[in-house]
């Protein structure tokens, strides 16, 4: 996928994406690239985000990134404005994910989840802001989860930080729109990643589309939320979730 060429609908513009080193976030980062952006690869995994950005070449460069930390942001996005001369799309990927009831969750995971998950991007969104003013305009993709549109079993903090960043899409929308800045979220189902190990097919042949997702197909999504095919676009919620959202089917006869 790295070498694949797309039609070029990105060419010029500059993409922060976080959680960058694998999964969601490093088919986001091949197929911004693929399509004429460059990219700052960002995520807490050095070794695997460096590999990741050397294999995307000139077209992109890693920065190591904590989105729970202010200043580590800071210092990311001077990185990419120095380096590239303009930001002009936020990609809010990175994530963390632990089960529990909402009577039996950890404090610690909810918190690690709300710092991630919620905190994360809002700091995000307060660091490219003025780049993206001065460049005219701009994107910012939430990636949040079919759990921040219907209500799940055992992902009570998970659920709240999906449901917050949700929220938090929609004002921002609000408050940066007259900027040109547009803001909204995508809401995958269950996507083959590490996140998601153990987790096939066969977990979810009761929805409409009964298969897991591939990281690939959020990515497409993802291009598109940051293209100016979308420029009308923003406080959208696009879920990429196989009809997830939508329940289950009767088992086939």
């Known amino acids: 996928m790295g070498s694949m060429t797309l039609d070029g609908r990105l060419d010029g513009k500059v993409a922060v994406v976080t959680g960058a080193a694998r999964g969601m976030g490093e088919a986001i980062a091949r197929r911004l690239v693929a399509e004429g952006a460059t990219v700052l690869v960002t995520d807490v995994l ?3 985000g ?3 950005a050397h294999t995307l070449g000139a077209k992109a460069l890693f920065v ?3 989105v729970a930390s202010a200043e580590s942001w800071g210092e990311a996005v001077e990185t990419a404005y120095e380096t590239f001369g ?3 799309v936020l990609v809010n990927n990175a994530g963390v994910l632990a089960y529990g009831a909402v009577d039996a ?3 610690a995971d909810v918190r690690r989840m709300l710092d991630v998950n919620l905190i994360g991007p809002f700091l995000g969104i307060q660091a490219v802001v003025p780049y993206l003013r001065e460049a005219g ?4 993709v939430n990636i949040s989860s079919a759990a921040g549109l219907i209500g799940m079993p055992s992902l009570a903090g998970y659920a709240t930080s999906k449901w917050g960043l ?3 899409t929609k004002a921002a929308a609000l408050d940066l729109g007259r900027d040109g800045i547009r803001v909204n979220s995508i809401h995958p189902g269950g ?3 590490a996140m998601a190990s153990g987790a096939d097919d066969a977990m979810f042949a009761g929805y409409a589309i009964p298969r897991i997702g591939e990281p690939e197909e959020i990515a497409a999504a993802v291009a598109f939320l940051a293209s100016d095919e979308a420029s009308f676009i923003t406080g959208a919620e696009l879920a990429v979730d196989g009809g997830m959202v939508l329940g289950t089917l009767p088992a086939a006869r």
């Open 46 to 48: 050095e070794a695997e």
């Open 50 to 52: 460096k590999a990741v």
């Open 64 to 66: 190591p990134l904590d």
């Open 86 to 88: 303009s930001i002009g």
């Open 105 to 107: 969750a950890s404090e």
């Open 137 to 140: 305009g701009g994107s910012i």
């Open 166 to 168: 949700r929220g938090l």
């Open 191 to 193: 996507v083959r990643t």
